[in-house]
C-alpha cells in the first residue's frame, strides 16, 4: 500500500472513486430506507450489494436480523437508527487515528471521513436523547468530531506537519474517537429487544468492546461530557498554536466562533461552513505553483544485480506484508508466512522492498523481519516513487533490472500501473490470522524460477487467464486448483 504525502494525492484514487460512486448512488437522501431500496435500478442494487458485501456477504436487508435501519427507543418514540451508515463512520474516523499512530498519510483518510459525513448525511445523534443537557453534550460531540477530521485536512494544505502539530491532533482525535464509542455504546442500549441479534448491532458492540480503552470506566454520557470540556481546550490551544497568523485568519476565525457559540450551534451549518472553506483552500493549493513538490528521480535506483540472480521479487509493504497498529510506537502485525515467504525465495530471487513510506518508518519495520539482513536485498521509499497526476506509483522500469524478470505483489493495483503485467495483485492484510496468500505463492513464484520462464509476464497473465477460466467453469476456489495445476498434474509452460 502506498503512503502518499500531499492532500490531494493518492494511489486510491480508483477505489476512492468508485466507493464515492457506490455511496453516491445508493445512499443518497432518497435510498434511506428499505422501501426504497425496491425502487433501485439493477446497477444501483448491484452497487449496493457490493458495498454491503464487504462488511459481510450474507446481508440480507429485508431480514430483522440483517437489517440496516433499527428502531432505538427514546422515552417518548422509536426512532430509526441506521446501524450501517454509524459502523462506516466509526471505521472511516478510526483510519485517520490509526495513520496518524503509524506515522504515515492520514489526510486520505480524514478526506474519505468528510466525504461519506456529507454524502451519507450522518444522523444528528441528539434525537435519541430527551434530557436537553444530553441534546447539547451529544451535539457538541459531533461538532468536535468533524473539526478534528476537517483539521487533518487543515494541516496538509496549509504545510503545518511538524511533530508538535501531528501529535496535538492525535490526542484530539484519541478524545473524539472515545466519545464516538461511547455515544454508540449509549445507542446500543436504546434499541428495540427485536435487534439484539441483529449483525450489524453485534458488530458494533463487538467494537466498542475491543477499541474502548480498558482504562474508560462509567457512564457513557459522563465520559462524553468530560471529553467534550478536554476537547474545547485542546481544539482551542491548537487553533492558537498552528493557525494563529493572518494567512490562516479564516480558519482561526471560523472555528473559534464555533467554540465561542457552542450551545447554540447546529450541526448542519458548521459542516456547512468548514467544508466551503477546506473547498476553498483546496481550489487556492491546486492553482498553486508550490502546492506539490516531489522530484522524480531519473533511476536506475539498483546496483548491478548479483550473478547468483537472475529473477527480481519487488514486494510492497503496508497491508501488503505487515500492518501497523500501536498507539505510540512502530509495532507491525506480520502477515502470516512472511517470514517463510522471504526465506524460502531469497535464494530464488532478489528481493526489493518499494513501499512509498518514510525511509525511517520503513527502515524500523524491515530491521524487525529481516533482522540479519539475509532475505532483503534492496529497500526503496518514497524518494524512489514517481507522482503522475499527483499520485505515487512504482515505475519498475526505474530500477535498472529486465522487466522479462521482475515480478511485483502488490495490495495496491495502482501503484503498479505503468507495467501491470509485471504484477501480481493480492488482497489488503490487516490481522487476519488464517491468510494463506504467501504460502500459497511461494510454490508459484519457485516454479517460475525452475523453469526458466523467459518473460514472466507471459506467465503470470497465464495464471489470470487459468484462474479466470476455473472460475467461469464453477470452480470457487481457482486459486488452488491453478496451485496444483502449477505444481502438481500440469506444469507451467511459457
Given at each position: 500500500m502506498i503512503r502518499p504525502s500531499h492532500p490531494i494525492s493518492t494511489v486510491k484514487n480508483n477505489k476512492y472513486n468508485r466507493d464515492k460512486e457506490i455511496f453516491k448512488n445508493t445512499y443518497n437522501g432518497?435510498?434511506?430506507?428499505?422501501?426504497?431500496?425496491?425502487?433501485?435500478?439493477?446497477?444501483?442494487?448491484?452497487?449496493?450489494?457490493?458495498?454491503?458485501?464487504?462488511?459481510?456477504?450474507?446481508?440480507?436487508?429485508?431480514?430483522?436480523?440483517?437489517?440496516?435501519?433499527?428502531?432505538?427507543?427514546?422515552q417518548d418514540n422509536r426512532i430509526p437508527l441506521n446501524v450501517e451508515d454509524l459502523l462506516i463512520q466509526e471505521d472511516k474516523l478510526f483510519k485517520i487515528l490509526d495513520n496518524i499512530r503509524i506515522k504515515v498519510n492520514f489526510n486520505f483518510s480524514a478526506e474519505e471521513y468528510l466525504e461519506f459525513s456529507h454524502i451519507n448525511s450522518i444522523q444528528n445523534f441528539d434525537v435519541?436523547?430527551?434530557?436537553?443537557?444530553?441534546?447539547?453534550?451529544?451535539?457538541?460531540?459531533?461538532?468536535?468530531?468533524?473539526?478534528?477530521?476537517?483539521?487533518?485536512?487543515?494541516?496538509y494544505l496549509k504545510n503545518i506537519l511538524t511533530v508538535q502539530s501531528v501529535d496535538h491532533l492525535r490526542n484530539i482525535l484519541y478524545y473524539t474517537h472515545i466519545n464516538l464509542l461511547m455515544t454508540i455504546s449509549s445507542l446500543?442500549?436504546?434499541?428495540?429487544?427485536?435487534?439484539?441479534?441483529?449483525?450489524?448491532?453485534?458488530?458494533?458492540?463487538?467494537?466498542?468492546?475491543?477499541?474502548?480503552?480498558?482504562?474508560?470506566?462509567?457512564?457513557?454520557?459522563f465520559v462524553i461530557e468530560q471529553n467534550n470540556n478536554i476537547l474545547f481546550n485542546s481544539i482551542g490551544?491548537?487553533?492558537?498554536?498552528?493557525?494563529?497568523?493572518?494567512?490562516?485568519?479564516?480558519?482561526?476565525?471560523?472555528?473559534?466562533?464555533?467554540?465561542?457559540?457552542?450551545?447554540?450551534?447546529n450541526l448542519d451549518n458548521v459542516k456547512n461552513n468548514l467544508s466551503n472553506l477546506k473547498n476553498m483552500m483546496i481550489y487556492a493549493s491546486e492553482n498553486s505553483n508550490n502546492s506539490f513538490v516531489h522530484i522524480n528521480l531519473p533511476g536506475p535506483f539498483l546496483p548491478k544485480i548479483d550473478k547468483k540472480y537472475e529473477y527480481t521479487l519487488v514486494l510492497d509493504l503496508d497491508e501488503t506484508i505487515i500492518h501497523c497498529l500501536d498507539q505510540q510506537e512502530i509495532t507491525p502485525l506480520i502477515r502470516p508466512g512472511t517470514e517463510e515467504f522471504l526465506r524460502e525465495l531469497s535464494p530464488y530471487y532478489e528481493i526489493v522492498i518499494f513501499t512509498a513510506s518514510v525511509r525511517e518508518y520503513a527502515d524500523e519495520i524491515l530491521d524487525m523481519i529481516d533482522k540479519e539482513k539475509k532475505w532483503i536485498q534492496h529497500r526503496l521509499y518514497r524518494e524512489h516513487t514517481t507522482v503522475l497526476k499527483r499520485t505515487y506509483l512504482k515505475d519498475l522500469n526505474k530500477l535498472g533490472r529486465d522487466l522479462n524478470k521482475v515480478?511485483?505483489?502488490?495490495?495496491?493495483?495502482d501503484n503498479f500501473q505503468l507495467q501491470t503485467d509485471n504484477g501480481i495483485f493480492i488482497n489488503t492484510w490487516i490481522d487476519d490470522k488464517k491468510d494463506k496468500v504467501l504460502f500459497n505463492l511461494i510454490p508459484i513464484l519457485k516454479e517460475i524460477v525452475v523453469k526458466k520462464i523467459k518473460d514472466v509476464r507471459k506467465a503470470l497473465r497465464k495464471i489470470r487467464d487459468t484462474m479466470i477460466r476455473f472460475y467461469v467453469n464453477g470452480d470457487n476456489q481457482p486459486f488452488n486448483t491453478v496451485l496444483k495445476y502449477i505444481t502438481g498434474e500440469k506444469k507451467l509452460t511459457e
Open positions: 432518497s435510498l434511506k430506507n428499505e422501501k426504497n431500496e425496491q425502487n433501485l435500478t439493477e446497477e444501483q442494487q448491484q452497487l449496493l450489494t457490493e458495498f454491503r458485501n464487504k462488511i459481510n456477504p450474507e446481508n440480507n436487508p429485508f431480514n430483522v436480523n440483517n437489517t440496516i435501519n433499527i428502531m432505538a427507543m427514546t435519541f436523547y430527551s434530557d436537553p443537557k444530553m441534546k447539547s453534550v451529544i451535539t457538541i460531540a459531533q461538532i468536535f468530531e468533524y473539526i478534528s477530521a476537517i483539521l487533518g485536512v487543515f494541516l446500543l442500549k436504546k434499541i428495540s429487544k427485536e435487534y439484539e441479534n441483529n449483525i450489524w448491532v453485534i458488530k458494533l458492540r463487538d467494537i466498542v468492546n475491543k477499541k474502548k480503552s480498558k482504562f474508560i470506566n462509567g457512564d457513557e454520557n490551544n491548537f487553533i492558537l498554536t498552528f493557525f494563529n497568523n493572518k494567512n490562516d485568519f479564516q480558519i482561526f476565525s471560523i472555528i473559534n466562533d464555533i467554540l465561542c457559540n457552542l450551545s447554540t450551534c515480478i511485483i505483489i502488490d495490495n495496491a493495483c
